[in-house]
């Protein structure tokens, strides 16, 4: 696969941080809902996960009917994704060499991602990624998710390149569809905390399997 641009997701594509939601629905279920060990609606689970930081904390509100203000909710959640991206997340395993490939090879990069701007510019930094991206783009600026393909075509414009050039890394299988149907060639990456590996890995030009390091996509890529 030739290509002489990539468009990176960043939570559970470049990064383990999808045990966050695990984290978070514990945490919620403490503070406002009088509830131990929160098991989340599955729906739910599955649906805020590709919506932006905020707009999941408007549809969690919504479902369990929480009585907190917008602002206090926010505050609430913000707190406890710093401190997460601070304290546990890392690296998946090759991202470092397959990034430093496509910087050799000049091919531009970009991240697209469904977390706000200032949380991926703080996870970058503290993950030691932000030397690999000049360009970073959030769901959460352009008021859209990634069942719209807004996103990529932001990323398209900023890395100025055609669709059919350009490739789109990424764990979920709404992303990867909508990506794919926008006209970007792609790669899907296995996560354990992300739903439907099966629909995934349909519409994955490249699908990178459980247990697989992102390295062995250097090869695949330079074909």
């Not at 919504?62 to 505050?75: I, K, P, R, T």
């Not at 990424?170 to 439907?196: C, R, W």
């Amino acid at each position: 696969m030739k290509i002489k641009g990539a468009i990176f997701d960043m939570d559970g594509t470049l990064i383990d941080s999808l045990t966050f939601w695990e984290q978070y629905w514990k945490k919620l279920g403490r503070e406002y809902l009088n509830e131990e060990e929160l098991i989340p609606d599955p729906a739910l689970d599955c649906e805020v996960r590709t919506l932006t930081f905020r707009a999941a904390q408007l549809r969690i509100k919504e479902f369990y009917g929480l009585s907190v203000s917008d602002e206090e909710l926010a505050a609430f959640s913000e707190k406890g994704v710093i401190s997460f991206y601070e304290h546990e997340v890392a690296v998946k395993d090759g991202a470092f060499a397959f990034l430093e490939h496509l910087k050799n090879r000049g091919i531009k990069r970009c991240i697209a991602s469904a977390t706000e701007k200032p949380v991926i510019l703080h996870a970058l930094s503290h993950l030691g990624l932000d030397k690999y991206f000049d360009t970073v783009l959030s769901c959460a600026d352009i008021g859209k998710s990634k069942d719209h393909p807004d996103i990529y075509l932001l990323a398209k414009d900023a890395l100025g390149e055609k669709e059919s050039e350009l490739c789109v890394f990424e764990d979920s299988f709404v992303a990867i569809e909508t990506a794919k149907k926008a006209g970007f060639l792609t790669v899907g990456i296995f996560d354990e905390h992300n739903f439907n590996q099966e629909r995934l890995a349909a519409s994955s030009d490249i699908y990178l399997a459980k247990g697989r390091s992102m390295a062995e996509l250097i090869e695949q890529i330079d074909r």
